[in-house]
C-alpha cells in the first residue's frame, strides 16, 4: 500500500514485519523500482493510519477543507452505526444525542462569525 511516511513525508509502501509475537511497521522507500530507505514507524498495536480514515496526510495541511473533514467523518459515523446490528437502537439514540450537541456547538460557531463580520 503506498501511503506517505509520518517520519520523513516522502511517499513509500506500508510494510509489517514479524518478530516473535509482535508486527512491526516500516516505510519501504524505493528508487527506480530499488529499495533506498528502510523508515521504523513502530509497534502495529500503537500505529493508527489515519489517511484513509480521516482524508489527512502529513502534507498540504493549509489545503485541507476540515468542513468537508467534518461532514465526511459525520457520514461514516453514521454508516457505521447502520452497520452494527447490535443494540442499534441504543446506538441511533446516543448519535442522536451527538449529532444535537455537534449542532449546537456549529450554531453557536456560526452566531460568532456573524457577530465578527456583523451580519
Known amino acids: 500500500m503506498t501511503t506517505i511516511c509520518p517520519r520523513c513525508g516522502e511517499e513509500g509502501s506500508l510494510c509489517r514485519y514479524r518478530r516473535n509475537k509482535r508486527v512491526y511497521l516500516y516505510v519501504h522507500h524505493y528508487q527506480k523500482g530499488k ?3 528502510k523508515c521504523y ?7 493508527v493510519h489515519t489517511e484513509h480514515i480521516l482524508k489527512l496526510s502529513l502534507t498540504n495541511l493549509n489545503d485541507l477543507d476540515f468542513l468537508e473533514v467534518a461532514k465526511d467523518s459525520i457520514n461514516r459515523y453514521i454508516s457505521k452505526i447502520e452497520i452494527e446490528k447490535i443494540e442499534k437502537e441504543r446506538k441511533i439514540k446516543e448519535a442522536i444525542a451527538k449529532l444535537e450537541d455537534f449542532k449546537k456547538f456549529i450554531d453557536d460557531c456560526i452566531n460568532e462569525l456573524k457577530i465578527r463580520v456583523k451580519i
Open 35 to 37: 529499495l533506498i530507505q
Open 41 to 47: 514507524i513502530g509497534p502495529e498495536e500503537y500505529y
